[in-house]
């Protein structure tokens, strides 16, 4: 880019992705859709790692596979600076479902250069074996099956597995949610130095701040299909200015206790994504909404930090709950 600006990688725009609900047994009609992903833009800079939150259902998943073309977009369109089948990979959240409890790692790992062509037997042998090393795992235990592997190392399988080819991109679906706590931290940390070393771009979904906050260097929060706060990592953290993203903060948790922050308890369940709210479609829940919110859409506006929101949160306000209001 002119001027030595930043390198947009992966760019996302105005991307829906519905799935169509269906009735009848004999001659099936569409019913409705569920708006899993709906009007999402954003871009991804070559060497930078993305944190996308949001409660479960929120559509981030979704996005994810959208992202690596798992799913093809309802509308909208996704441009990647590069050849999306070898150079965007993904790490799945589940590591007991994502390989083949019949094949052996060593297969499982080479499938991709298999796929493409890559090598001979011998090469792809040796290949598999360095990607083994490089992630924590013993090269000699190439010809065990997933079973006898601990969750923690079946998910460096899946994660050499994505490096086969020399990825540019990695989508990394909630990679340590299915983890212990005291696995996470190592495979986080291992995410981290193989970026480092081998100059990767990360997309890290995830539901767990703290983790979204150590990895990332910026987040975009999702709600009911739409993002609507995406900022530098700290920033976001620190000065939140949409009330979804201050209350999703309120509720992590804090390594130093004096720094714990007043838990803000939204009312209700999140609306169905099968039919959304008018207007800004946190309205029904968020304490500060008023009456252009149920009819007008906020537009996701600003700059290095944007947000989608009529009446955002002042730097330090505190967001109260209606409960506090009354």
Not at 95 to 116: E, F, T
Not at 175 to 193: E, F, R, T, Y
Request: aromatic content about 6%; overall charge neutral.
């Amino acid at each position: 880019m002119a001027g030595g600006g930043p390198v947009s990688l992966l760019d996302v725009s105005d991307v829906r992705k519905y799935f169509p609900i269906k009735s009848g047994i004999f001659f099936r009609r569409e019913v409705g859709r569920v708006h899993a992903v709906d009007g999402v833009s954003l871009s991804v800079e070559a060497g930078e790692t993305l944190g996308v939150v949001g409660e479960s259902g929120c559509g981030k998943s979704t996005l994810a596979r959208c992202m690596t073309g798992l799913y093809e977009v309802t509308s909208g369109t996704i441009t990647f600076d590069g050849d999306m089948r070898r150079d965007v990979q993904m790490v799945f959240q589940d590591p007991y479902g994502s390989l083949n409890p019949r094949r052996r790692i060593g297969s499982i790992i080479a499938d991709p250069l298999v796929i493409h062509r890559e090598g001979t037997p011998a090469s792809r042998r040796q290949r598999v074996r360095d990607l083994m090393a490089l992630v924590g795992l013993n090269p000699e235990h190439y010809n065990r099956f997933p079973a006898e592997f601990s969750g923690g190392q079946r998910q460096r399988v899946g994660i050499a597995r994505a490096l086969a080819l020399n990825p540019r991109l990695v989508v990394c679906d909630e990679p340590v949610s299915a983890l212990d706590v005291s696995i996470q931290a190592q495979v986080v940390n291992l995410l981290k130095d193989l970026q480092t070393e081998l100059g990767l771009t990360y997309v890290f979904i995830a539901h767990d701040l703290s983790v979204v906050r150590y990895v990332s260097d910026r987040v975009a929060v999702m709600y009911l299909g739409k993002i609507v706060e995406i900022a530098p990592g700290e920033e976001l953290y620190e000065r939140p200015r949409h009330p979804y993203t201050a209350a999703l903060l309120s509720a992590a948790s804090v390594a130093d206790p004096d720094r714990q922050r007043d838990r803000v308890v939204l009312r209700g369940d999140v609306p169905s994504p099968i039919s959304p709210p008018s207007g800004c479609r946190f309205h029904p829940r968020c304490p500060k909404a008023q009456d252009r919110c149920t009819v007008e859409e906020p537009l996701l506006l600003g700059d290095g930090h944007k947000w989608a929101c009529h009446f955002p949160l002042e730097p330090g306000e505190r967001l109260q709950t209606r409960t506090e209001e009354q």
